[in-house]
Protein backbone atom coordinates (compact mmCIF):
# COMPACT_ATOMS: atom_id res chain seq x y z
CA UNK A 1 0.00 0.00 0.00
CA UNK A 2 1.47 3.48 -1.33
CA UNK A 3 1.50 6.51 1.67
CA UNK A 4 1.54 4.18 4.58
CA UNK A 5 4.50 2.65 6.65
CA UNK A 6 5.90 -0.55 4.87
CA UNK A 7 6.23 -3.72 6.59
CA UNK A 8 9.93 -3.81 6.79
CA UNK A 9 13.12 -2.75 4.61
CA UNK A 10 16.26 -3.32 5.79
CA UNK A 11 15.43 -3.99 9.67
CA UNK A 12 14.05 -0.46 9.07
CA UNK A 13 10.15 0.74 8.45
CA UNK A 14 10.17 3.45 5.61
CA UNK A 15 7.86 5.69 4.83
CA UNK A 16 6.29 5.08 0.50
CA UNK A 17 5.25 8.36 -0.66
CA UNK A 18 4.05 8.04 -4.33
CA UNK A 19 6.13 10.00 -7.06
CA UNK A 20 2.35 11.91 -7.79
CA UNK A 21 2.50 13.37 -4.06
CA UNK A 22 5.97 14.79 -4.06
CA UNK A 23 5.09 17.62 -5.60
CA UNK A 24 2.26 18.80 -2.78
CA UNK A 25 3.71 17.44 -0.17
CA UNK A 26 6.69 19.91 -1.58
CA UNK A 27 4.23 22.76 -2.03
CA UNK A 28 2.91 22.24 1.53
CA UNK A 29 5.92 22.34 3.43
CA UNK A 30 7.17 25.38 0.91
CA UNK A 31 3.70 27.82 2.10
CA UNK A 32 4.25 25.99 5.93
CA UNK A 33 7.59 27.34 5.94
CA UNK A 34 6.57 30.79 4.29
CA UNK A 35 3.51 30.88 6.91
CA UNK A 36 5.59 30.56 9.64
CA UNK A 37 7.98 33.08 8.57
CA UNK A 38 7.70 36.19 10.38
CA UNK A 39 8.21 38.73 6.98
CA UNK A 40 8.25 42.08 9.01
CA UNK A 41 10.64 40.68 11.28
CA UNK A 42 13.14 40.21 8.32
CA UNK A 43 12.45 43.53 6.96
CA UNK A 44 10.84 46.16 8.42
CA UNK A 45 7.55 46.95 6.84
CA UNK A 46 8.66 50.80 6.65
CA UNK A 47 10.17 49.33 3.34
CA UNK A 48 6.97 48.18 2.16
CA UNK A 49 8.51 45.31 0.85
CA UNK A 50 7.06 43.02 2.91
CA UNK A 51 3.77 41.71 1.01
CA UNK A 52 6.07 41.76 -2.37
CA UNK A 53 8.83 39.51 -0.85
CA UNK A 54 5.94 37.13 0.34
CA UNK A 55 4.10 37.39 -3.28
CA UNK A 56 7.64 37.10 -5.25
CA UNK A 57 8.67 33.73 -2.89
CA UNK A 58 5.40 32.32 -3.84
CA UNK A 59 5.69 32.62 -7.48
CA UNK A 60 9.15 31.54 -7.63
CA UNK A 61 8.50 28.54 -5.79
CA UNK A 62 5.54 27.72 -8.27
CA UNK A 63 7.96 28.54 -10.91
CA UNK A 64 10.53 26.06 -9.17
CA UNK A 65 7.53 23.18 -8.73
CA UNK A 66 6.15 23.68 -12.46
CA UNK A 67 10.53 22.81 -13.20
CA UNK A 68 10.48 19.92 -10.88
CA UNK A 69 7.47 18.46 -12.34
CA UNK A 70 8.18 19.16 -15.61
CA UNK A 71 11.65 17.37 -15.05
CA UNK A 72 10.38 14.06 -13.57
CA UNK A 73 7.49 13.06 -16.10
CA UNK A 74 10.08 10.65 -18.02
CA UNK A 75 11.64 10.70 -21.30
CA UNK A 76 8.57 8.52 -22.51
CA UNK A 77 5.69 10.91 -21.19
CA UNK A 78 7.29 14.04 -22.16
CA UNK A 79 6.84 16.35 -24.96
CA UNK A 80 8.85 18.91 -26.29
CA UNK A 81 7.05 21.69 -25.55
CA UNK A 82 6.48 20.09 -21.69
CA UNK A 83 10.00 19.87 -21.92
CA UNK A 84 10.27 23.54 -23.12
CA UNK A 85 7.79 25.01 -20.34
CA UNK A 86 9.46 23.48 -17.69
CA UNK A 87 13.13 25.00 -18.50
CA UNK A 88 11.76 28.74 -19.23
CA UNK A 89 10.14 28.08 -15.60
CA UNK A 90 13.53 27.07 -14.40
CA UNK A 91 14.71 30.37 -15.75
CA UNK A 92 11.63 32.89 -14.72
CA UNK A 93 12.39 31.35 -11.22
CA UNK A 94 16.21 31.78 -10.92
CA UNK A 95 15.88 35.54 -12.47
CA UNK A 96 12.83 36.37 -9.91
CA UNK A 97 15.02 34.79 -7.15
CA UNK A 98 17.84 36.98 -8.38
CA UNK A 99 15.26 39.81 -8.57
CA UNK A 100 14.42 39.31 -4.62
CA UNK A 101 18.20 38.89 -3.75
CA UNK A 102 19.00 42.47 -5.49
CA UNK A 103 17.18 44.49 -3.53
CA UNK A 104 19.14 46.77 -1.22
CA UNK A 105 18.33 45.04 2.16
CA UNK A 106 19.34 41.80 1.16
CA UNK A 107 23.32 41.04 1.42
CA UNK A 108 25.51 41.86 -1.31
CA UNK A 109 24.76 39.37 -4.63
CA UNK A 110 28.43 40.19 -5.75
CA UNK A 111 28.36 43.19 -6.38
CA UNK A 112 26.40 46.11 -4.16
CA UNK A 113 22.84 45.83 -4.42
CA UNK A 114 20.43 48.26 -5.57
CA UNK A 115 16.97 49.31 -6.79
CA UNK A 116 17.94 49.45 -10.31
CA UNK A 117 19.69 45.98 -10.59
CA UNK A 118 16.76 44.49 -8.72
CA UNK A 119 14.53 46.39 -11.45
CA UNK A 120 16.68 45.17 -14.48
CA UNK A 121 16.28 41.06 -13.25
CA UNK A 122 12.65 42.09 -12.77
CA UNK A 123 12.02 43.41 -16.56
CA UNK A 124 14.47 40.92 -17.71
CA UNK A 125 12.00 37.73 -16.39
CA UNK A 126 8.30 40.57 -17.31
CA UNK A 127 9.71 40.36 -20.67
CA UNK A 128 11.18 36.98 -21.32
CA UNK A 129 8.13 35.40 -19.85
CA UNK A 130 5.74 36.28 -22.99
CA UNK A 131 8.65 35.49 -25.32
CA UNK A 132 9.01 32.14 -24.34
CA UNK A 133 5.39 30.92 -24.07
CA UNK A 134 5.54 32.55 -27.77
CA UNK A 135 8.37 30.30 -29.01
CA UNK A 136 7.11 27.61 -26.89
CA UNK A 137 3.52 27.63 -28.28
CA UNK A 138 5.77 27.54 -32.33
CA UNK A 139 7.29 24.17 -31.28
CA UNK A 140 6.18 20.91 -32.64
CA UNK A 141 4.71 18.24 -30.34
CA UNK A 142 6.96 15.44 -30.91
CA UNK A 143 8.37 12.85 -28.08
CA UNK A 144 11.91 13.90 -26.61
CA UNK A 145 15.62 11.93 -25.68
CA UNK A 146 17.22 12.10 -22.57
CA UNK A 147 19.84 13.81 -24.49
CA UNK A 148 17.25 16.46 -25.71
CA UNK A 149 16.22 16.68 -21.76
CA UNK A 150 19.80 17.74 -20.89
CA UNK A 151 20.23 19.83 -23.75
CA UNK A 152 17.16 21.74 -22.44
CA UNK A 153 17.97 22.00 -19.31
CA UNK A 154 21.84 23.77 -20.24
CA UNK A 155 20.33 25.53 -22.46
CA UNK A 156 18.07 26.91 -19.68
CA UNK A 157 21.08 27.44 -17.60
CA UNK A 158 23.82 28.89 -19.98
CA UNK A 159 20.92 31.42 -20.99
CA UNK A 160 20.07 32.35 -17.44
CA UNK A 161 23.45 32.44 -16.44
CA UNK A 162 24.18 35.12 -19.15
CA UNK A 163 21.13 37.13 -18.93
CA UNK A 164 22.46 37.35 -14.51
CA UNK A 165 26.11 38.40 -15.42
CA UNK A 166 24.95 40.96 -17.93
CA UNK A 167 23.08 42.24 -14.74
CA UNK A 168 25.43 41.83 -12.08
CA UNK A 169 28.40 42.70 -14.02
CA UNK A 170 27.04 45.13 -16.61
CA UNK A 171 24.64 47.22 -14.84
CA UNK A 172 26.23 50.69 -15.52
CA UNK A 173 25.73 49.86 -19.58
CA UNK A 174 22.17 48.78 -19.01
CA UNK A 175 19.30 51.10 -19.09
CA UNK A 176 18.64 52.99 -15.56
CA UNK A 177 15.01 52.59 -14.03
CA UNK A 178 15.97 54.55 -10.54
Known amino acids: MLGCLSPVIKEKAAVLVPKDLR ?13 ITKIDMLWPTSYGASLHLLVKMFGIHIAFLLFYVGWNVGVRRQ ?3 GLALSAAS ?15 MMPPLITPNSFNKATLFSALSSVLLPLLMLIISLLPVRRISSSMQRLSLGTSLLFTGICTIAVLFYEQNLPRFF
Open 79 to 81: TLR
Open 90 to 104: LSMGLLNMFHLLSLP
Open 23 to 35: PVLAAGLGLVVIK
